[in-house]
């Protein structure tokens, strides 16, 4: 059984706001130290950082605009927290306790992701589905009820679509928050840290993302774990960890487009 949301949704719009604005620190300086908080819905937007660079406001109103419309922004910046710059001063290393696992993706995982991208191609709106064996349940906003039940029964699926009837969905009638969808970023892999609005030196980032990479490549689950300051994780350097986690990001886009599906 599995959910996924499309890149609309407006929990996922926080993520990718948030993805933005690491994307921003990241043009600013190699390795920047950043965490971004997003809260938005009904025309307002809410944003906390925690970073070791400054972004420019203008920047950061610009890609509010171009991902969510036009709302008020409130942006508030503090600097980094000094005894979690100074752990990270010499070499990356943890800078927090976590616990964090990866699994293979299942068939189901696969076919949510499918059906979640292709229905999102078609409608580019807001819209959430599961699917539970042969059981598919589609919530497609912007889109005619009985046209979709139609198409997607064809498919040969026990499908309900739009239980309560046709809907418009986003942000003005839900809000949207960082890390709120992290069953649908990450599928049976999900732990306690959320993957968006944080650089690479965060493990709830690279380890998760080394985690679910060791998982897929290996066919079998994986379980770590870390605490401050650790330098070496699953026998292999931090560092190295973090690289792999960059390459990673490079190779689909960036953390803003990672913010649009996550791992899968």
């Known amino acids: 059984m599995i959910e996924k949301v499309n890149p609309s949704h407006p929990d996922k719009i926080a993520d990718r706001i948030a993805g933005a604005l690491v994307d921003m620190a ?63 001063r010499c070499e990356p290393r943890c800078g927090d306790n976590g616990i964090f696992k ?39 906003s912007h889109a005619t009820t009985n046209e979709l039940r139609e198409k997607l029964t064809q498919k040969g699926n026990r499908v309900i679509v739009n239980p309560l009837g046709d ?4 942000l003005n009638v839900d809000t949207g928050a960082t890390n709120r969808k992290l069953g649908s970023d990450m599928g049976h892999s999900v732990t306690g840290g959320g993957l968006h609005g944080k650089d690479l030196s965060k493990a709830d980032v690279s380890v998760n993302i080394y985690a679910f990479l060791k998982a897929q490549e290996t066919g079998q689950p994986v379980e770590l ?3 401050i300051g650790d330098t070496t994780i699953d026998g292999k350097p931090y560092a190295g960890i973090v690289e792999i986690a960059r390459r990673y990001i490079n190779d689909i886009g960036g953390f803003e487009k990672f913010a649009e599906w996550g791992l899968f």
């Open 26 to 88: 990241y043009m600013a300086a190699k390795d920047p130290k950043i965490a971004v908080e997003v809260l938005i819905g009904h025309g307002k937007a809410h944003i906390i950082t925690e970073s070791s660079v400054a972004l420019r406001p203008d920047d950061i109103y610009k890609a509010v605009r171009r991902i969510a419309g036009t709302v008020a922004v409130d942006y508030v910046r503090h600097n980094q927290d000094a005894h979690l710059a100074e752990n990270q």
């Open 167 to 170: 809907w418009l969905g986003g």
């Open 225 to 227: 774990s870390c605490a």
């Open 102 to 140: 990866g699994i293979p993706l299942t068939d189901e995982e696969k076919r949510a992701s499918w059906l979640a991208r292709a229905l999102y191609d078609e409608y580019g709106a807001d819209g959430k589905y599961i699917i539970d064996g042969d059981k598919v349940v589609v919530c497609q």
